[in-house]
């Protein structure tokens, strides 16, 4: 399996402001991924970052909104931009290790 | 076509019991699926998974039952204890992509 750390691990913003949230990967990996798992719902997959390509996002969801870099196959950044009270929810990156998913331990946001 | 329906919402067991939660796909051109464990401000953590090659999985308490034809799959827990509460999420990704999609979840709660 991959260790996988997110930071920060919770956050309270305020609306209209933005939040970079970093995704740190204790191996290389090809396939990073960004869910979304509202309170008390499923996950829901935002986009795909592959090193050294643009991200390629789900229906539903925008660069605009969700800028996402990958710099190196070891880390990955999600920007949830111009914040609103329907934002808040918890953000999980995973990677893919040999076809088996691992999320990280998430990033709570509230956005007041 | 790319929903996975999961059953029950909420289950509750009785220690020792057996907790069985059942899912349904409509894409067949799913070929693994996996089942997540998730305790309460924690990340998903990959409990077992299966591919459609084969029509049960075990790893120790826990099993995987697959029924290709019906396009079920189901995680049997057996000997529930009460650290076995937490939110189950099955879900399925097709070979091309690596995208998950998740079921809805089940509550479970073991009571001693």
């Known amino acids: 399996s991959a260790v996988i750390s997110q930071k920060p691990s919770r956050d309270i913003c305020q609306r209209g402001t933005s939040l970079t949230i970093q995704c740190q990967v204790d191996s290389q990996v090809t396939m990073m991924f960004w869910y979304r798992q509202q309170p008390g719902q499923s996950l829901t997959l935002i986009a795909t970052?592959?090193?050294?390509?643009?991200?390629?996002?789900e229906s539903g969801f925008v660069i605009d909104k969700f800028p996402i870099s990958r710099p190196n196959l070891t880390f990955s950044t999600l920007t949830v931009s111009n914040m609103s009270p329907e934002d808040s929810s918890i953000y999980l990156c995973?990677?893919?290790?040999?076809?088996?998913?691992?999320f990280g331990p998430g990033t709570r946001l509230t956005v007041l | 076509q790319q929903q996975v329906k999961q059953s029950p919402q909420s289950l509750i067991v009785q220690k020792g019991g057996i907790s069985i939660i059942n899912c349904a796909y409509e894409?067949?051109?799913?070929?693994?699926f996996p089942w997540y464990q998730q305790f309460p401000g924690k990340g998903p953590a990959l409990l077992i998974a299966?591919?459609?090659?084969?029509s049960e999985k075990k790893e120790g308490r826990f099993t995987i039952s697959f029924n290709k034809s019906a396009k079920q799959f189901s995680l049997h827990i057996m000997d529930s204890q009460p650290g076995d509460s937490a939110t189950y999420f099955c879900?399925?990704?097709?070979?091309?992509?690596?995208?998950?999609?998740f079921g809805t979840g089940t509550r479970l709660q073991v009571f001693p």
């Open positions: 970052a592959n090193q050294g390509s643009e991200a390629t996002y």
């Open positions: 299966i591919r459609p090659d084969v």
């Open positions: 995973s990677v893919d290790n040999y076809n088996e998913q691992f």
């Open positions: 894409n067949t051109a799913f070929d693994y």
């Open positions: 879900a399925a990704s097709q070979w091309n992509t690596d995208k998950l999609i």
